[in-house]
């Protein structure tokens, strides 16, 4: 079963909007993390932000926040003022405690493309 | 200063081949993984290493044998290379296996069995 949902395979925005990737989950833990990743054309992946599951204030960092809404098991990347240079693959990833380990589990990625 | 390295970025090379991706983190991090990146870009865990011990083997082929001499260094060796272990593989390292610190990517190598 998929864990981490990314409806959107592809989204455009126009520069200097805002911009939602969505991002749903699913876990019968407490404790859990998530994170999102960038992965520019170059192909490296950046790590941008981060939430805990018991943090009750939504990440931000610079341009980035992380709608969090828990009941809904929803972390939604919330980007804005768009810039051409965030064109790139953005992934959703959940922190998953399985067999006594934990291990970053990554969704299928949503393509972002800034127009100007 | 890189904080994870990889080495080589590309490898391209025959099937039937064996073949090797040397990983290295500066961040004095515990915990190292390998992860796949297929044509989909879908990202899937391989190997999760903890201070040089192996804590997570997901359902990889036992052609895969990850080696790590030292918590700062994971390497990936590949035996008898098929069309399907195409990918890019990616090196990531972490402060812990568990709490919630974010893990750090190497740049990736892209190989391509032909």
């Known amino acids: 079963a998929q864990k981490i949902t990314q409806t959107q395979p592809g989204m455009f925005v126009q520069e200097k909007e805002a911009v939602t990737l969505d991002c749903t989950y699913d876990t019968s833990d407490q404790s859990y993390g998530l994170f999102w990743y960038k992965q520019p054309s170059s192909g490296e992946m950046i790590f941008l932000i981060y939430?805990?599951?018991?943090?009750?204030q939504n990440a931000t960092e610079g341009r980035y926040s992380l709608n969090f809404q828990k009941a809904r098991k929803s972390a939604n990347l919330v980007i804005s003022a768009s810039q051409l240079g965030d064109s790139a693959m953005y992934f959703c990833?959940?922190?998953?405690?399985?067999?006594?380990?934990?291990?970053?589990?990554f969704g299928a990625g949503t393509r972002l493309a800034v127009h100007p | 200063d890189t904080a994870v390295s990889q080495t080589p970025k590309y490898l391209v090379t025959q099937m039937g081949n064996d073949k090797s991706i040397k990983c290295e983190q500066n961040l004095g991090h515990d915990t190292m993984y390998w992860y796949k990146q297929d044509s989909k870009k879908f990202l899937k865990i391989m190997f999760s290493y903890n201070n040089k011990e192996l804590i997570i083997n997901e359902t990889v082929p036992n052609r895969f044998s990850p080696k790590s001499p030292d918590k700062a260094h994971l390497n990936l060796h590949i035996n008898s290379l098929e069309l399907g272990d195409s990918a890019v593989y990616f090196c990531?390292?972490?402060?812990?296996?568990?709490?919630?610190?974010?893990?750090?990517f190497g740049q990736g190598t892209r190989l391509t069995v032909v």
């Open positions: 939430q805990g599951s018991y943090d009750e």
């Open positions: 990531a390292s972490s402060q812990d296996y568990l709490g919630g610190s974010e893990a750090f």
């Open positions: 990833a959940m922190r998953e405690f399985s067999g006594g380990y934990n291990k970053l589990i």
